[in-house]
């Protein structure tokens, strides 16, 4: 089965500086490769993903980068705000003909101070 | 449209008391997920639904969790004889078959 590592557990990041999150997986068919952002007491909410044909994807202040070769994947976040406090999740999914199965990371404890 | 809901939102629950969890996915999806999240984890896999069909239960801790989607769309994930070790939250997700998933809020259920 899928296994995938994220780290670090835990980030500190002063307002305007830039995040990484790194995540390695385990299973070379997997193919789609989503992160959630969850604040507390909410539900996990999709921020960005990369399908495994894609080396990166930007949308605005977050960046996704995909390398398949190492088998590894790390989200990006530039110019941080109070706001991008929370937890995010990597995950990656392996399918089979008709439905895929996402395997997550433990987490990365996201703080921008101001 | 309606995201994912789930109900109860919190459930408290003497040990060995059963409990159900329900999930509404939203409309037409035709994959179903349960997860259970621990404090401070990520959401692992319980179950998996193609419409009413349990294609995979491999997640599924022991035989006390069940897990039903009778008509292809509302889901129930039942607990028989909770344990405190049940105590985490339950996530419901769907997705129109595979890659995005959308997560409900979840149940969180404390096992006293």
């Known amino acids: 089965g899928e296994n995938v590592e994220q780290h670090p557990s835990t980030l500190s990041v002063q307002e305007g500086d830039s995040a990484v999150i790194k995540c390695t997986y385990s299973?070379?068919?997997?193919?789609?490769f989503p992160w959630y952002k969850q604040e507390l007491g909410k539900r996990p909410q999709l921020i960005i993903d990369?399908?495994?044909?894609?080396g990166e994807k930007k949308d605005q202040r977050i960046a996704v980068t995909l390398n398949k070769t190492a088998k590894h994947f790390s989200l990006h976040i530039t110019e941080t705000q109070p706001e991008d406090s929370a937890v995010y999740f990597c995950?990656?999914?392996?399918?089979?003909?008709?439905?895929?199965?996402?395997?997550f990371g433990a987490g990365t404890q996201v703080v921008v101070t101001p | 449209g309606a995201g994912v809901s789930q109900s109860p939102r919190y459930k408290v629950a003497k040990r060995g008391q059963d409990v159900a969890l329900r999930c509404d996915p939203i409309?037409?999806?035709?994959?179903l997920f349960w997860y259970q999240q621990a404090l401070g984890q990520g959401p692992e896999f319980l179950t998996y639904?193609?419409?009413?069909?349990?294609?995979?239960k491999s997640g599924l801790p022991s035989d006390r969790f069940f897990a039903e989607r009778p008509e292809g769309s509302v889901s129930t994930l039942k607990i028989q004889r909770t344990q405190q070790e049940d105590s985490a939250v339950y996530l419901c997700?769907?997705?129109?078959?595979?890659?995005?998933?959308?997560f409900g809020p979840g149940t969180r259920l404390t096992v006293l």
């Open positions: 997700a769907s997705s129109l078959f595979y890659n995005e998933q959308f």
């Open positions: 299973d070379s068919a997997s193919n789609y």
């Open positions: 990369i399908r495994s044909n894609v």
């Open positions: 995950a990656a999914e392996w399918t089979t003909d008709s439905w895929g199965k996402f395997q």
């Open positions: 409309s037409g999806h035709v994959s």
């Open positions: 639904f193609q419409n009413e069909a349990q294609l995979d």
